[in-house]
């Protein structure tokens, strides 16, 4: 999909002991990131682990939905290959 220049690490449950939309797996990912929630973004296709928690953990979500099945004021991609240009990033 073209993203993985974009992507800087990948927290998995199994490693937290957590699953989302816990706030612990998104402060571990932004730990290791070394940022705060302001500068991260998020997507997945999940509305509540995917968006609404990264949501409420002050990132910024995408939320992978094509068919438009969630009424989110912003963020909605179609496919992942979709992020750099919903971040503003030329393909």
């Known amino acids: 999909m ?3 220049d974009y992507v800087l690490t990948v927290v998995t449950s ?7 939309p816990h706030p ?16 991260a973004v ?5 509305y ?21 099945l969630h009424d989110i004021p912003a963020g909605r991609l179609r496919t992942l290959a979709d992020l750099p240009a919903g971040l503003g990033i030329a393909s």
């Not at 199994?14 to 989302?20: F, I, P, S």
């Not at 797996?25 to 500068?39: F, K, M, Q, V």
């Open 2 to 4: 073209g993203i993985t």
């Open 24 to 39: 612990e797996i998104y402060r571990e990912a932004l730990r290791r990131l070394g940022i705060d929630a302001a500068s």
């Open 14 to 20: 199994a490693e937290v002991g957590l699953r989302k």
């Open 42 to 46: 998020f997507a997945g296709d999940t």
């Open 48 to 68: 509540e682990a995917d968006y609404a928690g990264p949501l409420r953990a002050g990132m910024t979500p995408f939320l992978i939905d094509p068919c438009a």
